[in-house]
């Protein structure tokens, strides 16, 4: 039993992975967060999760997106059941409460019981035990916003109040408030994390069972207020009005106000000018997309944190195939381990590749022309484009020619005559000898291996 649920959890932590990507953050974050895999057979997946009001929520919104995700990892169709069988509590993960939506619809449960056990929810001090301080690899690209979090956890309303921080998805805004979260609360201080979303439902639960006294004590009551994803009030003028009062109370009083965003406030144009303005009063600090040294530390991080033994190479790979975000770029570690475990597969290059790409997104694929996959190629070994369209045969020419091929039939599925037809005429038989010599000699030639990675990088950058 125990090898069996230990399986079906890491299936369940690949089906993540798959809607991760797939759903937006604020309700994956809600609702699939604190899920876990528990058991399955031939026919049917059991999920876990925390409360009966989720499972409701599942089965009634979501199921056919997660029914399809189970059914792509697992490669057969599977019912997917859910039943309650996790304690937000128990390991420290951040409690989620009930989107908007869900708040204003009737269920089983009364407004007043619904708005009992969202005060609950929101009052317990609980961070995410893996978003800490030293498990968040530092670079150039966030060494601002990683500095001033630790300057303010070290002196909350001291040193920088507000702090503001922004960036795109998944770059590590939530790991750093709940970062400050931890060294907080350690202290003894007071901390309250919520999401714009979470303090939206609150606000509007509030209001209709008129405990807005509650309200106003249970924000105004903190020490340090970490609100994530600031953007997300923007045309919600009523809960727009209520943060706004809360803000102004908590900074006069110098208690630590960290909001992060999308977005710096000076873009949030549906915010009222007087709330970006407060936002402007401490300091504003950014992370950019980590670059390819910073993505290679944090994916060995991740793999240490795993228990998990994965070479240079893979982590050069995985590192410069994913791109995006940091949040995609562990979620493709995970389901690199996830499959990998699941088909009783080691981790080596070859499969790690494949499962790239398997999983890797069509669309940007798709939208790159096969003149500009040329046009990388020559550059990377410093040809013009016409030498590889030619008829000159040098060993160095012939070997970007054929790296061309590869490239043009493995990434962009062309057949074997289009490319020949790309590359200067030649024949379907040439074009499919200098793809597959190129594929075979790729894992085995560290320069060659080296080579392709970096025409990659450029292209798909």
Same mark, same amino acid.
């Given at each position: $039993? +125990? ?11 690949? /089906?993540l ?8 953050? =604020? ?10 895999g /528990?058991? @399955? ?35 057969? =169709? ?9 304690d ?5 993960? %951040? ?16 407004d ?10 929101? +009052? ?7 978003y ?27 040193? &920088? ?20 979260? @931890? ?7 007071s901390?309250?994390? !919520?999401?714009s979303?979470?303090?939206?439902? @609150?606000?509007?639960?509030?209001i ?14 903190v020490?340090?207020?970490? $609100?994530?994803?600031?953007q ?19 900074h006069t ?7 992060? #965003?999308?977005? %710096? %406030? ?10 970006? #303005? ?32 994965i ?8 590192a ?8 995609e770029?562990?979620? #493709?570690?995970?389901?690199i ?10 981790? +080596? &290059?070859?499969?790690t ?7 890797g997104?069509?669309?940007d ?13 020559a ?26 091929? &590869? ?9 074997? +005559? ?18 597959g ?14 080579? !392709?990675l970096?025409?990659?990088e450029?292209?798909?950058?």
């Amino acid at each position: $039993m +125990t090898t069996l649920r230990s399986s079906s959890r890491d299936l369940w932590r690949a /089906v993540l992975g798959e809607l991760e990507l797939q759903l937006p953050r =604020p309700t994956f974050e809600t609702w699939l967060k604190n899920t876990e895999g /528990v058991s @399955h057979d031939e026919r049917q997946f059991v999920v876990a999760v925390p409360t009966a009001f989720a499972v409701e929520w599942l089965e009634r919104r979501m199921y056919q997106a997660i029914h399809k995700a189970v059914e792509k990892v697992a490669q057969r =169709p599977l019912d997917v059941q859910f039943r309650v069988d996790i304690d937000p509590s128990d390991d420290g993960e %951040p409690a989620a409460s009930p989107e908007l939506s869900s708040v204003l619809e009737p269920g089983p449960a009364t407004d007043t019981d619904l708005a009992q056990r969202q005060r609950q929810r929101l +009052t317990r001090p609980l961070f995410n035990s893996r978003y800490t301080f030293d498990n968040f690899v530092v670079g150039e690209c966030n060494q601002l916003a990683y500095s001033a979090a630790q300057a303010v956890a070290e002196a909350p309303g001291e040193a &920088y109040n507000p702090l503001f921080l922004y960036s795109g998805v998944g770059l590590g805004k939530t790991h750093l408030l709940h970062a400050i979260g @931890h060294i907080c609360a350690s202290r003894g201080q007071s901390v309250l994390y !919520v999401t714009s979303e979470q303090f939206t439902n @609150h606000f509007i639960s509030a209001i209709r069972n008129r405990t807005t006294e509650d309200f106003r004590s249970h924000y105004r009551g903190v020490q340090v207020l970490l $609100m994530d994803d600031v953007q997300f009030l923007s045309g919600k003028e009523q809960t727009h009005e209520g943060f706004f009062h809360t803000f102004n109370d908590l900074h006069t009083s110098g208690r630590q106000v960290v909001i992060t #965003s999308d977005r %710096p %406030p000076s873009a949030l144009t549906l915010l009222q000018d007087r709330m970006r #303005s407060r936002f402007e009063w401490g300091l504003i600090a950014d992370i950019e997309p980590p670059g390819l040294e910073t993505r290679m530390a944090i994916l060995a991080s991740k793999a240490a944190l795993l228990k998990i033994s994965i070479g240079d190479d893979i982590i050069e790979l995985i590192a410069k195939r994913v791109q995006k975000n940091v949040r995609e770029l562990e979620g #493709s570690l995970n389901r690199i381990v996830a499959y990998l475990q699941l088909m009783n597969v080691d981790i +080596t &290059y070859e499969s790690t590749s494949r499962i790239l790409d398997a999983v890797g997104s069509d669309s940007d694929r798709h939208n790159i022309e096969p003149e500009s996959i040329i046009e990388k190629v020559a550059s990377h070994y410093k040809f013009d484009t016409d030498v590889l369209t030619g008829r000159r045969r040098t060993k160095k020419i012939a070997l970007a020619r054929q790296v061309a091929m &590869y490239l043009l039939i493995y990434e962009l599925e062309m057949s074997p +005559t289009q490319v020949g037809r790309m590359l200067g005429g030649r024949d379907h038989a040439t074009v499919i000898h200098g793809a597959g010599k190129i594929n075979g000699e790729i894992s085995e030639d560290r320069q060659l291996r080296q080579d !392709v990675l970096a025409i990659k990088e450029a292209i798909f950058s």
